[in-house]
């Protein structure tokens, strides 16, 4: 099955049958509406404090107050303001969404040397953590950007502005491209361990992919020439810079010039992150106006390798990550990872029209239904070890509504681009 699944995507898409998608939809929608957001709107929207709570146990039991990080503070935000922009959205998620930006502007906004504090107090009156990562300033501005299109508020509109040229002026690197991650409160020299871990002079494939993320959708509400021309060099780093191509993968850390660290923590493949960016790169080159041609063979052969070494054949789903031309070897099924793998699955589809494709997607999507969703507590588990036991906390610090949910509303929009919505 392996192996065919993977000579399968070899293969000219006129080989195969176009397959009945009756029922999908359904089933998607019912994760939408019937798992995921009963679990996370209303309840973790927080009306005391601001902002949204998230602190829940691995059954969805609420923890307690807890500070509250930028990244899943801003995921929200854009959740909440991607869901009211779909045909699924109703007026109180945007005053959610509306909600959280208010959080973002008020608390969480460095008023003295701008840009967003990594984490504040429950009640955002103190900075826990008041350094400034791009990792998480580019949640910041996705949220913004989704947001925008969501209210047309003005304030968002400034604050993304100032958040953009604060990223151009204190962290585009202009020698090598990309940009640098980590910095002070004040955008000085950090003198601490990067918040994302290793050294502060590090660049991230993962950190890049989350500023594609945003810059794709910034320039989509705000179609600025600048922010095309950054727009177009991320492009470029996760399509070349990040990409082993001896390999036929992407590895995460890098020294200022795009020189891949090596030794046994860094020589690995995160198959999420490779899916992830397979379907992101698919958008950003869409919004920049690029023909996906040119791309096509590095979209199929990242995903033909994570299918190769790092899915599994039998149940469904994506493993955590592996070595170099070798089978996983941390086998837990994490939610983000089988979120972001379902996306791209039906994306690459849809580019391709071949079966194999979808084959995997319906295999992943029965996965997350049989035991990545928790029907009891509500939204999926964070974690599925390999002995089937769920682990990780349903909320918190790194986990919000924003992989499943945004991978159920895209495949419900990809679904619409098959012909007649049934395949």
Same mark, same amino acid.
């Given at each position: 099955?392996?192996?065919?699944?993977?000579?399968?995507?070899?293969?000219?898409?006129?080989?195969?049958?176009?397959?009945?998608?009756?029922?999908?939809?359904?089933?998607?929608?019912?994760?939408?509406?019937?798992?995921?957001?009963? $679990?996370?709107?209303?309840?973790?929207?927080?009306?005391?404090?601001?902002?949204?709570?998230?602190?829940?146990?691995?059954?969805?039991?609420?923890?307690? =107050?807890?500070?509250?990080?930028?990244?899943?503070?801003?995921?929200?935000?854009?959740?909440?303001?991607?869901?009211?922009?779909?045909?699924?959205?109703? =007026?109180?998620?945007?005053?959610?969404?509306?909600?959280? $930006?208010?959080?973002?502007?008020?608390?969480?906004?460095?008023?003295?040397?701008?840009?967003?504090?990594?984490?504040?107090?429950?009640?955002?009156?103190?900075?826990?953590? =008041?350094?400034?990562?791009?990792?998480?300033?580019?949640?910041?501005?996705?949220?913004?950007?989704?947001?925008?299109?969501?209210?047309?508020?003005?304030?968002?509109?400034?604050?993304?502005?100032?958040?953009?040229?604060?990223l151009e002026t204190r962290a585009y690197d202009r020698r090598f491209g990309g940009y640098r991650e980590f910095f002070a409160r004040d955008w000085g020299e950090a003198q601490s361990c990067s918040y994302m871990g290793g050294s502060a002079?590090?660049?991230?494939?993962?950190?890049?992919?989350? *500023?594609?993320?945003? $810059?794709?959708?910034?320039?989509?509400?705000?179609?600025?020439?600048?922010?095309?021309?950054?727009?177009?060099?991320?492009?470029?780093?996760?399509?070349?810079?990040?990409?082993?191509?001896?390999?036929?993968?992407?590895?995460?850390?890098?020294?200022?010039?795009?020189?891949?660290?090596?030794?046994?923590?860094?020589? !690995?493949?995160?198959?999420?992150?490779?899916?992830?960016?397979?379907?992101?790169?698919?958008?950003?080159?869409?919004?920049?106006?690029?023909?996906?041609?040119?791309?096509?063979?590095?979209?199929?052969?990242?995903?033909?390798?994570?299918?190769?070494?790092?899915?599994d054949q039998e149940q469904g789903g994506f493993y955590d990550s592996g070595p170099f031309s070798a089978p996983a070897d941390r086998r837990a099924k994490v939610w983000w990872v089988q979120a972001e793998g379902l996306v791209a699955a039906?994306?690459?589809?849809?580019?391709?029209?071949?079966?194999?494709?979808?084959?995997? $997607?319906?295999?992943?999507?029965?996965?997350?239904?049989?035991?990545?969703?928790? !029907?009891?507590?509500?939204?999926?588990?964070?974690t599925i070890a390999e002995d089937g036991r769920p682990e990780g906390d349903k909320a918190g610090p790194w986990k919000g509504p924003y992989h499943n949910g945004r991978a159920l509303l895209e495949c419900l929009r990809l679904l619409d681009? *098959?012909?007649?919505?049934?395949?």
């Open positions: 099955m392996k192996r065919s699944l993977v000579f399968a995507l070899l293969l000219p898409a006129a080989a195969w049958a176009q397959p009945d998608t009756t029922g999908v939809r359904q089933r998607l929608e019912t994760l939408l509406l019937e798992n995921l957001l009963p $679990f996370w709107y209303p309840g973790t929207v927080d009306q005391q404090a601001g902002g949204y709570a998230f602190n829940h146990d691995v059954a969805g039991k609420w923890q307690g =107050p807890s500070p509250k990080a930028l990244v899943t503070q801003a995921r929200a935000v854009w959740f909440f303001s991607r869901l009211y922009n779909s045909p699924y959205g109703k =007026p109180e998620h945007r005053e959610a969404a509306r909600h959280g $930006f208010a959080f973002l502007r008020d608390r969480m906004w460095d008023s003295e040397y701008g840009g967003f504090y990594w984490e504040v107090s429950e009640k955002g009156t103190q900075a826990t953590k =008041p350094d400034k990562h791009l990792y998480a300033q580019g949640f910041g501005l996705y949220a913004l950007a989704e947001y925008i299109r969501a209210s047309q508020d003005p304030q968002a509109k400034q604050l993304a502005g100032e958040l953009f040229h604060l002079e590090h660049k991230l494939m993962n950190t890049h992919l989350h *500023l594609m993320e945003p $810059f794709t959708t910034y320039y989509q509400v705000q179609p600025d020439s600048l922010i095309r021309e950054r727009l177009l060099q991320l492009i470029q780093v996760q399509s070349n810079a990040v990409v082993r191509k001896d390999l036929g993968l992407c590895t995460d850390r890098y020294t200022p010039d795009w020189t891949p660290l090596r030794g046994p923590w860094f020589d !690995r493949v995160s198959y999420g992150h490779d899916v992830e960016n397979v379907w992101l790169l698919i958008e950003a080159v869409g919004a920049a106006s690029l023909a996906q041609g040119p791309f096509m063979d590095l979209y199929r052969t990242l995903f033909a390798n994570a299918l190769k070494y790092g899915f039906l994306y690459l589809y849809r580019l391709t029209g071949a079966e194999a494709y979808w084959q995997v $997607f319906l295999q992943t999507l029965g996965w997350i239904e049989h035991y990545q969703v928790d !029907r009891q507590g509500g939204d999926w588990h964070a681009g *098959l012909k007649g919505g049934e395949g």
